[in-house]
């Protein structure tokens, strides 16, 4: 699994691109909720960032994240909803968008409750207080492969870059 086999994840990606100026970030202003193609308000999250270890409250959420999360976690942190291990992977991922300013890709078994469990994959594009910085908020862009896929649990990665490797489980990705 990669994020350039999902169009929504290569669309989310374009868009974030198409906004960025050259060696910097786009701002809020320049992701106006107008210019976001359609297509991507369903698996859609804007994530307000707390820390730069990524703790984030979760301001906009799309209706298929609600659906597929059974719940509305408009207002929410993620130091609320995530605990463990996975609270320190989604967490880690925003962090490495945050520091980078680079979209993160990653790939896990999404988990909740007693047991339950779907693949998915997401893309983490970060949005500057202004185009040096520093990072405010990550759009986050989150899809659920269909069960014929691959099953194994890709890295997380930075897309694309030069930033260095932060560790084992973070490897660059050139599109």
Not at 1 to 30: C, K, N, Y
Not at 56 to 81: A, C, P
């Amino acid at each position: 699994m990669q994020a350039d086999d999902d169009p929504v994840l290569v669309s989310a990606i374009a868009f974030w691109t198409e906004h960025r100026p050259v060696g910097g970030l786009p701002t809020r202003g320049e992701i106006d909720p107008l210019r976001i193609p359609p297509h991507l308000f369903p698996y859609l999250i804007l994530a307000e960032v707390m820390t730069p270890q990524g703790r984030v409250r979760y301001r906009v959420v799309g209706d298929e994240m609600v659906h597929r999360w059974g719940t509305n976690f408009v207002g929410r942190r993620s130091d609320e909803i995530f605990s463990g291990d996975y609270r320190a992977y989604l967490e880690g991922a925003f962090a490495l968008a945050i520091k980078h300013w680079q979209p993160v890709f990653t790939a896990s078994r999404f988990r909740w409750d007693v047991g339950g469990f779907l693949w998915t994959r997401r893309v983490m594009l970060p949005i500057g207080a202004t185009d040096q910085g520093p990072v405010t908020q990550v759009l986050v862009v989150q899809t659920w492969p269909n069960s014929r896929e691959d099953r194994r649990t890709d890295p997380m990665v930075i897309v694309p870059g030069t930033a260095p490797v932060e560790n084992a489980k973070a490897v660059l990705v050139t599109t």
